[in-house]
Nanobody, 122 residues
Framework: QVQLVESGGGLVQAGGSLRLSCAAS?????MGWFRQAPGKEREFVAT????????YYVDSVKGRFAISRDNAKNTVYLQMNSLKPEDTAAYYC??????????????????WGQGTQVTVSS
């Protein structure tokens, strides 16, 4: 059973930064970050593919967030800069054997972490 453990969430003022980490019990997977605010659907944030490290982002975070991975540590990171109140959500790490180009769809991910809360105050 693959385990994903997120950390790094917290409370930050608008314009601040946070770095989320996701420690995985395996490697070789495409890794993604999603977020879900109260009363809203789970939203794709970013993905990094295993094969070439190709990255994808939702438009609302481009230029502010950066996803990266350390394969030696089986850990994926989400560096979040210039945070806005609308970034407030629970952030989830997810792993997929192969996203097949549908990296934005939650149902292509096989495993999920428990989530970490990010709250951005105005």
């Amino acid at each position: 059973q693959v385990q994903l453990v997120e950390s790094g969430g917290g409370l930050v003022q608008a314009g601040g930064s946070l770095r989320l980490s996701c420690a995985a019990s395996v490697n070789g997977y495409d890794m993604g970050w999603f977020r879900q605010a109260p009363g809203k659907e789970r939203e794709f944030v970013a993905t990094i593919r295993w094969s070439r490290g190709t990255t994808y982002y939702v438009d609302s975070v481009k230029g502010r967030f950066a996803i990266s991975r350390d394969n030696a540590k089986n850990t994926v990171y989400l560096q979040m800069n210039s945070l806005k109140p609308e970034d407030t959500a629970a952030y989830y790490c997810a792993a997929s054997r192969n996203t097949y180009g549908r990296y934005y769809a939650p149902n292509v991910y096989d495993y999920w972490g428990q989530g970490t809360q990010v709250t951005v105050s105005s």
